[in-house]
């Protein structure tokens, strides 16, 4: 709030007067800068009715730098005749005076002065005239006294372009009485204190009004990346269907559970190194169960089961390599194989199986952001390994009807 | 899915009718192709290489469609006519027939025995009296080289070579020769060149450069001559000029050499079924004979046709529709697997034409029925079964963790799995082979190496990659990394972590402790020592001397916390101080109900469990249930009942339960149902109320006729 000595002044000052005042008036007379007036106006506005004011501006000229100089020691070129004695002045000398070398071009298109070039002793500047009349200055002071109004236009304007003179807009406030005018000032409470509560203050104060225009303190809160989010929601949907989730937390895994249990043949593109990625180390995988892995080798290279077949020579070592999984179907091929095993256990239940988690590649076409989000990240990941929506999401109706056929 | 690209003005010829894009859209889905685009040469040209290039090009419109990667049969403008026209009823699937030569003597390929090391295999046929016009020849080099790209594994397993018979004088030989003596003019060149010096003339050719290597290495190339050692083809690389097929070619000599035999012979049936259409006697293609090493022959192409038996009961149940027999029947026939109805029971045969070498087991022929029928009508369903539902504890605990931590005022990051060595090494003042990191053979950049051995690096990428964010950055994720493990089938193991960083102007270290211990109030562990958790200092390169502390629960270590070193910061390119956290989150799993699964399968053949106590009897009044027809007629008297007597468990129940010698399937559902229900009195079950009558008969008890269905 403005100091309440000004307050207090200009609440005196409005009081006696009928209509009202400017507030750049007040301020001159005051000797305070305009800005604290216009705090003042401000503080006493939000106190109430107490007073109305209404912008106003106006327009004026101010005289620049160059213009105040002009108006205190005359023209350039005034100044180049005032310095040049009867008996003339060698140019040089002219030229060493701060105002000589503007001045001089000037003086002399005004026929101030003359030139003598074969003077002895280098050329030397004489007076032309007896008496010169300094318009730029006459002008330049109307203006300083506020009487720009008697220049007209076409002479402001080139008054300005020489950037001695500048149009200012002021802006100020026509200040009147209010509804409620009162020389006295009662501080508004700014806000609701437990002492206002216990003793009952808070009924005699008056509060100051809040700015519901403006927003509101963001809160501190942390929230979930919007990628898992939607995973969540899918995951929820599966569970709702009675699906069971599945461990995929094995990103590493071997080509056979990645491919040759699925029949996808040892020479299929998939396999490249262009489309999965193979690891140095740990290479290759062990341990796969020997009657299993001998009818995958049947099926893929002689075909059974009632299948013909992809008839090839299928190698183990090729089944052996590790990969980054490339999708989480592989984690159905090990849990079918784990409910074939079950089949003859008493208590077996049906089950649905879902896993949606990462696999190599990506199916995922998101471009979430948020506050902290990074998009370009979130796309990277869709095609860098990592794709927490990756497919891989579909029933295992063998399993759902008890039928599981393995190869 | 390799894509095709077809005139359209041609392609709606050939069909005999025009569409609209929408029309033609619309039966390529219905067929299980995709019409991927609609573009033409002078797109193409002008969107790849620039408008000023596009100038000349044609602008006749193109159908780029998309077709399955195993239907060889649909790569050509000519595969995608019959099959589309069989499809819409108008044109019988027609039948390829090998033929003799009129002459009576067949065209011979002569295999020696130098080409076992190198590209074992070769079959051929001949096309007899063809005739080409610009399309046609445009259309069957086209094929060519998308079977080179797809089933022959870019020329790799299979190369095509097509020739004009009448340039070159059989019997032909097939063989293998070191590479400096082989020498000939190669297709579209003006002079003869020796094979080495092809193999660099080639280095820089776009085209035939990525073949190469195939026979690159190889210290005897392979070569096909005719009977006046004229160089028909130098396989799987270039083809000689001087029998190169032309538009006024009349007979063509097709010759497929392979390291794969089968391959070989589909990619001749392909060329050959697609092309015998312009032959004067149309699908008809003349045989050739391969001489064998061995002096053992063989005549080309096979065209074989296969006849599966099926019955449409399978598939109506695999699609999940109703459909007649009859109907099943024509709706194979529409995908060009003529089929017709046994008579017996519901059988069909379905004869496989030489084209589908994609149908190899009965599921590819119910995948085309339902196809034919239309995916989209197909009514839904809903199972059958019920089932209950789990989450994977792991997955759940992760879940509730989760959403607490960022109720706790962190917000989630999902960062890579993959990052460089540096990432998990150097950046944070560790030796590479300290990690047990997993390794990537191939990476395609170095911002992938191997897989993360800590999410901690992830964070900090990303707390680098939101600098300008307002601070505190306070980041918290919970996810894999990967370990090596050799007691692992695959050698590693994933290892779920929690990870949170703060990073602000001050350190922090309260915040991130604080945040410890409201996971630890969480997880319902309490601060203290021995059962509890608690945290002591300890020394880490990664963290500020003196500012990290280890995180033990039940007296074991799960993770550290503390200030980052400032070198750890600069090297992710930080200003701020930051602390952070990483802890193993499956310690403490086990605090819920749930049995886990596990991915581990068993690596002894099958899980050998103890045989159940053998039964005294199988037999019982509803006929020996250790036979399916005893348990039918078991099943079928408790498809209304809930016990076998009276309404409520009786030692009835448990006595023919001890009787079933396994647990039944869930084929036979009421049993099924009964069975898990008085398997669910296994403790009680001595107190069950006694039976009235006798179910179980004993082993060699004669047959007491107890009406056991009249007896409620």
Known sequence: MADTGVLETLLRRIEKVDDGVDSLEVATSLGVDHQVLVGAVKSLQALGDLISAELRSSKHWELLGEGTEIAEQGSHEARVFGSIPPEGLGQSELMKLSFGKIGFSKAMSNKWIRVDKAHEGGPRIFRTVEDIEDQVREKLLLVQRGNSSKLEEKEKNELKKRKLLSEVTVKSYWITKGSSFSTTITKLETELTPEMIANGSWKEKKFKPYNFEAMGVAPDCGHMHPLMKVRTQFRQIFLEMGFTEMPTNNFIESSFWNFDSLFQPQQHPARDQHDTFFLSDPALAHGFPPDYLERVKKVHSEGGYGSQGYKYDWKVEEAQKNILRTHTTAVSARMLYKLAQQERDPGCHPSGRVPPDRGRGGRLRAHAGGPHGHPARVLHQTRDYQAPLQAGLQPVHGAQHGSVQLP | ?712
Not at chain 2, 33 to 54: C, Y
Not at chain 2, 122 to 128: P, Q, S
């Open chain 2, 1 to 712: 899915m390799p894509t095709v690209g077809v005139k359209r003005d041609l392609l709606f010829k050939a069909l005999g009718r025009t569409y609209t894009d929408e029309e033609f859209d619309e039966l390529c889905f219905e067929f299980g192709l995709e019409l991927d685009e609609i573009t033409s040469e002078k797109e193409i040209i002008s969107r790849e290489q620039g408008g000023s290039k596009a100038s000349g090009a044609s602008d006749v419109i193109l159908y780029k469609i998309d077709v399955p990667a195993n239907r060889y049969d649909l790569l050509c403008l000519e595969g995608l006519v019959r099959g589309l026209q069989v499809f819409k009823n108008k044109l019988e699937a027609p039948r390829y027939r090998r033929v003799a030569p009129v002459s009576g003597e067949p065209q011979k390929l002569i295999i020696t025995k130098e080409t076992a090391a190198v590209r074992p295999h070769a079959v051929a046929a001949v096309l007899r009296n063809i005739t080409f016009t610009q399309e046609r020849y445009d259309s069957f080099i086209e094929l060519q080289d998308k079977l080179h790209q797809n089933v022959c594994r870019k020329r790799s397993l299979v190369a095509i070579g097509t020739h004009d018979l009448d340039t070159v004088s059989g019997p032909f030989t097939y063989t293998a020769k070191p590479p400096g003596d082989i020498r000939f003019k190669p297709l579209n060149q003006t002079k003869e060149y020796t094979a080495a010096q092809l193999m660099s003339l080639y280095k820089t050719d776009s085209h035939l450069k990525h073949f190469l290597h195939i026979i690159e290495d190889k210290p005897a190339y392979p070569v096909i001559y005719d009977s006046n050692g004229v160089v028909l083809s130098m396989p799987p690389i270039i083809n000689g000029d001087h029998s190169k097929i032309s538009l006024n070619t009349k007979n063509v000599f097709v010759e497929c050499t392979a390291t794969d035999l089968t391959k070989a012979k589909i990619v001749l049936d392909m060329m050959v079924t697609m092309f015998s259409e312009y032959c004067s006697q149309p699908f008809t293609v003349e045989e050739a004979e391969v001489v064998y090493p061995d002096g053992k022959t063989c005549k080309y192409p096979e065209l074989a046709y296969r006849k599966e038996k099926l019955s449409s009961g399978f598939i109506n149940r695999k699609v999940g529709i109703n459909e007649p027999t009859e109907k099943i029947a024509q709706l194979l026939t529409k995908m060009c697997l003529r089929s017709e109805v046994t008579g017996v029971g519901d059988e069909i045969q379905v004869e496989i034409p030489p084209t589908r070498s994609d149908v190899i087991h009965a599921c590819d022929i119910m995948e085309d029925a339902a196809m034919a029928y239309g995916f989209n009508n197909i009514p839904y369903t809903t199972p059958g079964t019920y089932t209950v539902a789990n989450q994977f504890p792991l997955n759940k605990l992760t879940e509730l963790l989760r959403q607490d931590l960022a109720a706790a005022g962190f917000t989630e990051a999902l960062t890579f799995a993959l990052c460089s060595k540096e990432d998990i090494s150097d950046k944070l003042g560790k030796k590479i082979s300290e990690t047990r990191a997993v390794h990537i053979a191939n990476p395609k950049t170095a911002e992938f190496q191997v897989a993360r051995t800590t999410l901690l690096p992830g964070l900090l990428k990303t707390i680098a990659a939101n600098r300008k964010m307002p601070l505190p950055l306070k980041l918290f994720e919970i996810s894999d990394v990967v370990l090596k493990d050799e007691t692992k089938d695959v050698g590693a193991r994933n290892s779920r972590r929690f990870c949170a960083a703060y990073y602000n102007k001050s350190p922090g270290f309260e915040v991130i402790h604080g945040l410890l211990d409201r996971t630890m109030q969480l997880l319902a562990v309490k601060a203290a020592r021995g059962d509890g958790y608690h945290i002591q200092a300890s020394d880490d390169s990664t963290f500020f001397p003196g500012r990290c502390a280890e995180i033990f629960f039940r007296g074991k270590s799960v993770g550290r916390l503390g200030v980052l070193h400032p070198d750890v910061l600069g090297r992710f390119e930080l200003a701020m101080p930051c602390s952070a956290l990483e802890m193993d989150v499956e310690p403490f799993l086990g605090r819920t109900a749930e049995t886990a699964l596990a991915h581990e399968v068993a690596a002894a053949a099958a899980v050998h469990r103890p045989p159940p106590a053998r039964p005294a009897s199988t037999r019982t009044v509803f006929g020996d249930v250790s036979a399916p027809a005893g348990l039918r007629a078991l099943d079928d008297f408790l498809a209304d009942k809930s016990y076998v007597e009276g309404f409520e468990a009786t030692q009835a129940d448990a006595a023919v339960f001890d009787a079933l010698p396994a647990a039944p399937g869930p084929a036979l559902r009421h049993l099924a149902r009964w069975y898990n229900h008085i398997e669910s009195f296994r403790r009680e079950r001595g107190g069950l109320p006694a039976a009235k009558g006798r179910f179980v008969l004993d082993a060699f008890e004669e047959h007491v006729d107890v009406d056991a269905f009249n007896k409620i």
